[in-house]
């Protein structure tokens, strides 16, 4: 009864040992199989963190070359600000330039400041059809003096503003004969053939210098300018309106003392044909350089709105750029989380699968050792029977030899 008990039970142990063999060999390939995707998926996660980096690093890239972008186009900016503002106080001063250039033209169109008489033989020389066309000019148009030195040469050539040129004696002639024949008298005429030299008189006393210095270099400017000289101030020429000097003496805003000592205090202004004359050619000169200036000013305009433009260009690309960048950023990083996860995962998994194989490892030692002691008990109990039949045979022979 014990054998048959010990068999069964080793039969038992033995199908339990061949059932935990198998799931421990299924286990293991399961193991196997774990740790290999555990590679592949530690494999991937580091693959995905560097992409995960390198698109990083390249949405920081375009993020500083977007800032370096702003800060240049903000400088830019205050740059196309301030070429405005000039344009704006060029095309103002260019505006009020050409105002005032038309006010003139138009006094000067007129002859404001001449003389009736004066300015018939000025409209006769402008007539194709008169004798004197073409032979009339007026002496102070001749007279180019430097600027700043306007108001000085106009009081001078003041008792002079009307007075009208001709090259030779035969146009003198004709200039007259016209003259008579419109009964013309309020009127002055020059003829430059008849102009001498004139040398300076006693002017080196006080602090003067010659007013010829300062006026570009003309016949007519020896012959009006010749005597007079130029003082530093009003007070020199008071000074010298009480002395014996000779000549003429004037200062730069125009205050003249003639050759016979009379004090003349002139007013200036665009009635002065000579003053405005020397003004229009002035302004003439502010129409050009302001026009050039503007023009310059506009095309600096054009070219920094241009180059704006490109910024604009190359920000709205940047900034498209970043955008592409930070959703394939988003990807990656949901991308790494995903791996991450199904990693974790796997390594409780595959913890898990640790312990069953442990567990069942020792289910089998258990097992096995329990067949071995079975096996022993049985051959033990095997060893009795056999031993209780022998004496049983024996015992029976006993009995039939009694």
Known sequence: QDEAKAESQLKENKARLEGAQERLADLASRHAQGKKWGDELQCQLGVKEKTLKEVSEQVDTKRALMEQLDGSL???????????????????????????????????EEMEGLSSATKALIRESQDPASPVHGKLRLLHEELRPEQGYEAAVAAVIRPYLQTLLVDTEADLRCVLEVAAE???????????????????????AGNVTPLIEHVLEHS?????????ALTDSEDGVMSLAVTRVGGQIVSPKGVLRDLRGVLFFTAQGEHNAFLREAELRTLELRFEELTKGLEKLIEALGTLQRKKAEFDIQRTEIDQGIRRSEMKLVEANFGVQQCRQALAKHEQEFGAMDAERTRLQQVVNELEASIKDLTRQHENYSIRAQERASQLVKLERDLKKA
């Open 74 to 108: 903000q400088t830019l900016n205050k740059e196309l600000e301030t070429k405005a503002a000039e344009r704006e106080l060029f095309s103002t001063e260019l505006a009020e330039v050409k105002a005032r250039q038309q006010a003139l033209r138009k006094l000067k």
């Open 182 to 204: 419109l009964e013309l008298s309020d009127f002055s005429v020059l003829c430059l053939e008849s102009l001498t030299a004139p040398l300076l008189n006693e002017m080196q």
């Open 220 to 228: 007519l400017a020896s012959q009006f300018l010749g005597d007079a």
